[in-house]
């Protein structure tokens, strides 16, 4: 089928770099339903890595000049998450072979480094150095399966795996410091079990279970974690894909709120946080923009395709303003919106 890649205009400068304004229309690309994707600069130059889990393949894009100039099948069967690693380095979880991957962009061109066996079929994956040791450390969560795996990085891209118990369907791991010790902590949602599991770094590769939410109705995907009352703690947000609603958990020292914010037509299949507490939650067709005003939840929404899954805060431009990545897993592709997301974005016209 064919997908659009819409593209607004990748303007401005950075101190460094000076990049070429787009103001072309956006060019139909064929492939299917993207799953994942990340912007990386290059020689100024920047580019966009999606993995296209329909077509097996990766693909890189040319933002300035609006075309592919890449496709690359060693990705395998069914490439789902990816995961910034050091540099120009990013880590691909490949759910079809079971198997974890390293790649490199450089001048242009993707190169696979390295890859590694996977002890399931992998749909996620964080990179984060969770032991403080100094190396990068793995988290990779199943397609389907009642397990997330560590894998403790020793250097050269190589692990010692740990196995952390989750209910059915564990997806979408967030990085977060729950309780302000600088140690990473993770939190997860159990798609099929309706619970949010927070995993509370203690040292020395332990960690202790605590419940955002237990088992619940609401199927929730992607949990995206920010500041959004502006009280200095980091708080969760989970979007319910068939709760018809975003739920908020609020940190309030050793107690935790929760809040919901309704979804004007279906339910959300994914959320970010914006650096103001902003919300970004992508329901059918749209993304809604939530934010506190006056006391009540004022929403916006910016255009998206079907089943929009994956949201990223970025900076696409170097003018300092926040951007909003949205992948749409069932099409049509990846939609860049440049900031301030929030005045460009149109009012919604019903709200529950």
């Not at 020395?204 to 419940?211: G, I, L, V, Y």
């Not at 709760?243 to 959300?268: K, L, M, N, S």
């Not at 993304?287 to 949201?311: H, Y």
Request: aromatic letters at 10%.
């Amino acid at each position: 089928m064919w997908v659009w890649f819409l593209l607004l205009a990748l303007a401005a400068c950075t101190p460094a770099v000076k990049r070429e304004q787009v103001n072309r229309p956006p060019v139909p690309f064929a492939d299917s339903s993207p799953w994942d994707a990340l912007l990386f600069e290059d020689s100024g130059r920047a580019f966009l890595v999606a993995s296209l889990h329909g077509d097996n393949a990766l693909g890189l894009w040319d933002l300035a000049q609006q075309k592919e100039i890449g496709r690359y099948s060693e990705a395998g069967y069914h490439p789902d998450g990816l995961c910034l690693w050091e540099g120009q380095r990013f880590v691909l979880a490949a759910e079809g072979e079971r198997k974890v991957q390293l790649w490199r962009l450089e001048g242009g061109s993707l190169k696979l480094e390295k890859q590694l066996p996977a002890p399931f079929p992998v749909r996620d994956c964080v990179a984060e150095d969770l032991d403080l040791d100094g190396h990068k450390d793995l988290v990779l969560t199943p397609y389907a399966g009642v397990q997330v795996v560590i894998w403790w990085g020793k250097g050269e891209f190589q692990f010692t795996p740990q196995v952390l118990e989750a209910a059915k369907t564990p997806w979408h791991v967030a990085l977060i410091d729950w309780n302000g010790d600088e140690r990473p902590d993770l939190v997860w949602s159990d798609w099929d079990a309706g619970s949010i599991r927070l995993q509370l770094n203690v040292g020395s590769r332990r960690f202790k279970t605590e419940f955002l939410q237990t088992p619940s109705p609401g199927s929730p995907r992607q949990v995206a974690v920010g500041d959004i009352d502006g009280d200095g703690y980091q708080d969760v947000v989970a979007a319910l894909e068939t709760g018809q609603a975003a739920r908020v958990f609020y940190h309030r020292g050793d107690a935790v709120q929760t809040e919901d914010i309704p979804a004007p037509d279906w339910g959300y299949s994914s959320a970010a946080v914006f650096q103001d507490g902003t919300l970004a939650l992508g329901e059918e067709g749209r993304v809604i923009l939530a934010r506190r005003e006056g006391g009540r939840w004022s929403l916006r929404q910016l255009p998206a395709g079907s089943l929009p899954s994956r949201l990223r805060v970025v900076e696409a431009n170097g003018d300092g303003v926040e951007d909003l990545l949205v992948v749409n897993s069932a099409g049509p592709g990846v939609n860049l919106h440049l900031g301030p997301v929030w005045q460009k974005a149109q009012p919604v016209a019903w709200q529950r």
